[in-house]
């Protein structure tokens, strides 16, 4: 089975600081997309940052960055000056490149942020 | 823009009564429909997914069932339900973009 693995089941961080959730995935496809997506005490799923596999830059937006390592199968999100706002759970998601996007998740991080 | 819609936010039903939650998506035509479900405290797994009205494919055996009865509705069934069947059900679709679009969810008890 083609899983995602999230190691980290909760985390910690000083609000303002800098933290950084891990994922691991396998696949063997070339082409796929991967996506962190936070999920709020409402339990809406919120996309937070996306990836093309095929694309070496790491993508960006706003505070939030990811470490994408292709060859390593990781994926890593780091969350930058560290809001109240930002406490979630926090999926890293894998979809095929073509056809249906069948997304397939980890099984979540649980971000505090201490003030 | 698009919207997905779905309801009810909260059910509880007793073991054995049939369930129907429905899901709706506006403002776009022919798109994924999926639907995942969540147990307390633990990763989306995904239960459903549809590409087309009536195509329905099944990832996980189980006493649920799926149905697409129209391009933008996707409605997940039971005819009995279990007490394992408790969760949170979120209903997403996908488009011409890649990510995947999540209803408000839905919280099933069965007592």
């Known amino acids: 089975a083609q899983t995602v693995t999230q190691s980290q089941p909760e985390m910690s961080v000083q609000e303002a600081e800098t933290v950084t959730l891990s994922c691991t995935y396998d696949?063997?496809?070339?082409?796929?997309?991967l996506f962190w997506y936070k999920q709020p005490p409402s339990r809406q799923m919120i996309l937070v940052i996306r990836?093309?596999?095929?694309?070496?830059q790491n993508a960006t937006e706003n505070r939030f960055s990811v470490n994408f390592q292709k060859a390593a199968k990781s994926f890593s999100l780091k969350i930058s000056d560290s809001q109240l706002g930002d406490a979630a759970m926090y999926f890293c998601a894998r979809s095929p490149g073509g056809g249906a996007q069948k997304l397939v998740f980890g099984q979540g991080t649980r971000l505090t942020i201490n003030p | 823009s698009q919207t997905i819609h779905q309801w009810p936010a909260t059910l509880v039903q007793p073991v054995g009564s049939p369930l129907s939650l429905e899901c709706t998506v506006e403002g776009t035509s022919n798109p994924n429909l999926y639907w995942y479900r969540q147990a307390a405290g633990r990763g989306l797994q995904l239960l459903f997914y549809s590409v087309g009205i009536g195509q329905i494919s099944s990832e996980v055996p189980q006493n649920l069932s799926a149905s697409r009865p129209q391009d933008r509705q996707f409605i997940l069934s039971s005819k009995k339900l279990l007490l394992s069947d408790s969760g949170f059900y979120l209903c997403a679709w996908a488009g011409g973009s890649t990510e995947a679009f999540f209803g408000q969810g839905t919280r099933l008890t069965v007592v």
């Open positions: 696949t063997s496809e070339s082409d796929y997309y």
């Open positions: 990836q093309e596999a095929y694309k070496q």
